[in-house]
């Protein structure tokens, strides 16, 4: 308790140069906290929007085929998505949802949005389970009869018509093709690069033939994309390799590795994205971590000159009878004294940074990683210790006759 004391007057008289020692230790902690307090925020933000979209539900759209021996693309077929809803070729399926995909440019009222214009068929909402807060969905009987009439996002209907308009029955325009509006959506949450809200949704039949000629070979039309919901989570696997087996024959492709589609899971992708997350959350935190070093460096420098400054004072306790350890304890309970202090108030930043940007980001609600709040206070008393060990050890040597002499 006395060394405690001592290293508390002996901070109090130097505040200034204190502060300045103890900033690195400061900026260290609050970097480190911060960073990986907001990745595991940014980790659970990104599992809640894939759980958004459904554990059951594989997309499938076109792509490139990965080898040279083919280079044409197939493109998926309202045709193709009826089959795979055919429990007798995808037993493993209990519904699919057709999509095709028009970009464009929507006017109301003198404004304008570019928006992409997604057809979609009426099980859309039940499958996403995402649908109209008020106004209705798409309809069978929409589908079936080519209904202008759009559901569209919230960003849009503020852009069109001013936020917290009526917009039910207002006529909206998209390249040139007038729809009725029917339904606004409900409100998603937004992403920092990407407003889910910034879209409307049509017929099916209506985006393949009034917004565009998606006829294709054989009478049928082209989609986008198609969703297919597994039967059970448990059957995506099953359910996996029947859309696979189907669609490896429909498209006549004759090698593994020719394949002009792709089959993704929600899940996969989502794992897929928290492993980069992690790998880069611990990345910058280690980053972050080497001012933590730097604040150590800069204690064990300020502990040295503080042991030069006050050699008179050793060799005047050393004459009286202080011991090597009363000499190491005072000078090492200065050093763990300044990096702790350091310590927290770098936790103390960590918790305002991460509060405000959980304010400022929609949709990441962070908060503060025990883990990481553990970890720093402990490196940060470790380093207290370790880069003190070397100053507090040459004050503890010192012969009483060199110190007073030295004075």
Known sequence: ??????????????????????????????????????????????????DDLGADVLTITSQDPDSDTRDEIAPLTNAEAAALNDPRIAPHIRDVVMQYDVPGIAVANSETVRVVAQGVTPNYDDINGWGAATGTFITTADNGTRERVVVIGTTVADTLFGEGASVIGEIIEFNDVPFEVIGVM???????????????FVPLSVAQTNLDNARVRGGTYELTRIQAAATAPE?????????????FAAHDIGFVGDEDFAIADAGDVADSLDIITSTLTIFLGMIAGISLLVGGIGIMNIMLVSVTERTKEVGL??????????????????????????????????WVLVAVTSALVDGLTAGMSTSAVG?????????????????????????????LRAS
């Not at 409900?186 to 409307?200: G, H, L, Y």
């Open 1 to 50: 308790m006395e060394s405690l004391r001592m290293a508390i007057t002996s901070l109090r008289t130097n505040q200034t140069r204190a502060l300045l020692t103890a900033l690195g230790i400061i900026i260290g902690v609050a970097s480190v906290v911060t960073m990986v307090s907001l990745g595991e925020g940014f980790e659970a933000f990104i599992d809640e929007q894939f």
């Open 186 to 200: 409900e409100e998603a949450s937004s992403q920092e690069f990407f407003d889910p809200n910034k879209v409307i």
């Open 235 to 247: 059957d995506m696997s099953a359910a996996q390799q029947e859309i696979y087996d189907y669609l």
């Open 317 to 350: 306790r050393k004459a009286v009878g202080a011991s090597y350890g009363d000499i190491l304890t005072q000078f090492l309970a200065e050093s763990v004294l300044l990096s702790v202090l350091g310590g927290i108030v770098g936790v103390l930043i960590a």
């Open 375 to 403: 970890l720093a206070v402990g490196v940060s008393t470790f380093i207290g210790v370790f880069f003190g060990a070397y100053p507090a050890s040459r004050a503890a040597r010192m012969r009483p006759i060199d110190a």
